[in-house]
């Protein structure tokens, strides 16, 4: 069904010869088709948002958890990571000073 506001107004068909009072109907019905595929595809996808919103809004509400759990665990990952550096760096200068070692 279409909407009253979405129906096309009808053809003023007085005082229309023959041919343009065809032409004018032909296009009001192409009008009105125009209009009910709009409501089809406007019903779809209202059915279609229906369905999958609960999906949705659980999936919202998952990366709200992760992004609350990353922030809180934000600090301490920059200091593990801080600290992961700096033992890279010590085991980095341990490899090159044994390299220099075994060429001298």
């Given at each position: 069904?279409?909407?009253?506001?979405?129906?096309?107004?009808?053809?003023?068909?007085?005082?229309?010869?023959?041919?343009?009072?065809?032409?004018?109907?032909?296009a009001y019905a192409e009008a009105k088709e125009a209009a009910l595929?709009?409501?089809?595809?406007?019903?779809?996808?209202?059915?279609?948002?229906?369905?999958?919103?609960?999906?949705?809004?659980?999936?919202?509400?998952?990366?709200a958890d992760i992004r609350v759990k990353a922030a809180r665990w934000?600090?301490?990952?920059?200091?593990?990571?801080?600290?992961?550096?700096?033992?890279?760096?010590?085991?980095?200068?341990?490899?090159?000073?044994?390299?220099?070692?075994?060429?001298?």
């Amino acid at each position: 069904t279409v909407a009253p506001e979405d129906e096309p107004p009808p053809a003023q068909l007085e005082g229309l010869g023959p041919a343009e009072k065809a032409a004018a109907e032909a296009a009001y019905a192409e009008a009105k088709e125009a209009a009910l595929l709009r409501a089809r595809r406007r019903e779809a996808a209202t059915i279609l948002l229906q369905r999958r919103l609960p999906v949705l809004l659980v999936r919202k509400r998952a990366i709200a958890d992760i992004r609350v759990k990353a922030a809180r665990w934000a600090p301490w990952v920059s200091r593990l990571n801080t600290v992961m550096g700096l033992v890279a760096a010590v085991d980095a200068k341990t490899y090159v000073a044994a390299r220099a070692k075994a060429q001298a």
